[in-house]
């Protein structure tokens, strides 16, 4: 490129073939309306379709189409943090390949950006061509882990956002490796703001976040930015061992009264010890989440491993401790 870009549009790509020509079309139509420099940056997340070859072959047309393709599959939020490495421009947008998310909303992201704010995020009015059951889940997820968290995550709001450089510098000292984008994003403060947008159905192919994979999101995203499950032992053990001091005295009461072994015999007993086992299982597994993040953190091994790049200078290459990366660049 001939000249630092105003501003880096970052898309993970994993298996996006019925998508990716469109969305440079439309990517090159509402970036070259601004006048200013721009680049994409397309992470290629070990596609197994002909999505690396399509991604490669734009790059050789358009030197302002980068494209990093990974040693293999290391996960959305990693794609995103891989781009935002790499991207080298004033202002980032982060974007999803399936055209969901409207690219012709950046005109007015960077509108908000010039007017003074340091990060956009595009709030979700509407979700079309979603399934019941997905919406209802979106819905009390956003919701549960806004009251959960310590931090203002604003609600129905994914990854689509703007972000000004500052706020991407903070993000790229944060190498944590379960991750979740939009609140690390809230995490670091800055000046905010959001916009209203109908998000409309996959334009090609099929989710890539299951129920498999939005349970481990969510998860990520309470763990990583709550104790409170962890708090939640405290009062349910309280609670449980208030209730067992109260069932003494009101158990010898009606034995004496009624005459009776009342609630007695062997059912009972074991009914109450799988309901407690139960409940120490369950927390255990919470415990073990939060031991698990440690263990991650403590093996720090790169976030992601970097196979090929292509239209990248050295400049605008990250430090050595953010990736692991094969030095054949084109």
């Known amino acids: 490129?001939?000249?630092?870009?105003?501003?880096?549009?970052?898309?993970?790509?994993?298996?996006?073939?019925?998508?990716?020509?469109?969305?440079?079309?439309?990517?090159?139509?509402?970036m070259e309306s601004t006048g200013e420099p721009w680049e994409l940056v397309l992470v290629n997340d070990g596609s197994r379709d002909r999505s690396p070859e399509m991604m490669d072959e734009l790059a050789g047309r358009d030197q302002r189409v980068k494209v990093l393709h990974f040693a293999r599959n290391f996960g959305h939020q990693t794609a995103v943090t891989a781009g935002m490495d790499h991207a080298s421009g004033d202002a980032v947008v982060?974007?999803?390949?399936?055209?969901?998310?409207?690219?012709?909303?950046?005109?007015?992201?960077?509108e908000r950006w010039k007017a003074g704010y340091q990060v956009i995020y595009a709030v979700r009015e509407q979700r079309k061509g979603e399934s019941w059951f997905k919406l209802f889940t979106a819905k009390w997820f956003y919701r549960v882990v806004y009251r959960i968290t310590e931090i203002d995550i604003p609600l129905d709001t994914g990854d689509f956002r703007l972000m000004d450089r500052r706020v991407v510098d903070v993000m790229r000292q944060m190498r944590e490796h379960n991750r979740f984008i939009r609140g690390m994003t809230s995490w670091v403060g800055f000046k905010q703001?959001?916009?209203?947008?109908?998000?409309?159905?996959?334009?090609?192919?099929?989710?890539?976040?299951?129920?498999?994979?939005?349970?481990?999101f969510a998860m990520d995203a309470v763990t990583g930015f709550s104790f409170f499950p962890l708090q939640v032992m405290v009062y349910v053990a309280l609670v449980l061992g208030i209730l067992s001091l109260l069932a003494i005295p009101v158990i010898a009461f009606l034995r004496a009264t009624l005459g009776v072994a009342f609630l007695g015999g062997q059912a009972t007993t074991i009914a109450l010890l799988l309901f407690l086992s139960a409940f120490q299982l369950f927390f255990l597994f919470i415990l073990g989440q939060y031991v698990a993040r440690v263990y991650d953190e403590a093996r720090n091994r790169p976030l992601y491993v970097v196979a090929l790049r292509r239209n990248f200078d050295e400049q605008s290459l990250p430090s050595p401790q953010h990736a692991r990366e094969h030095p054949e660049t084109e």
Do not use: C, F, W
């Open 1 to 30: 490129m001939n000249s630092q870009p105003r501003y880096s549009i970052v898309a993970p790509i994993y298996n996006e073939e019925g998508n990716i020509a469109l969305l440079y079309e439309r990517i090159v139509q509402v």
């Open 94 to 110: 982060l974007i999803d390949a399936d055209l969901q998310d409207p690219p012709e909303l950046i005109l007015e992201m960077i």
């Open 193 to 216: 703001t959001g916009v209203n947008y109908v998000r409309e159905a996959r334009h090609s192919g099929e989710t890539k976040y299951p129920l498999r994979k939005m349970l481990r």
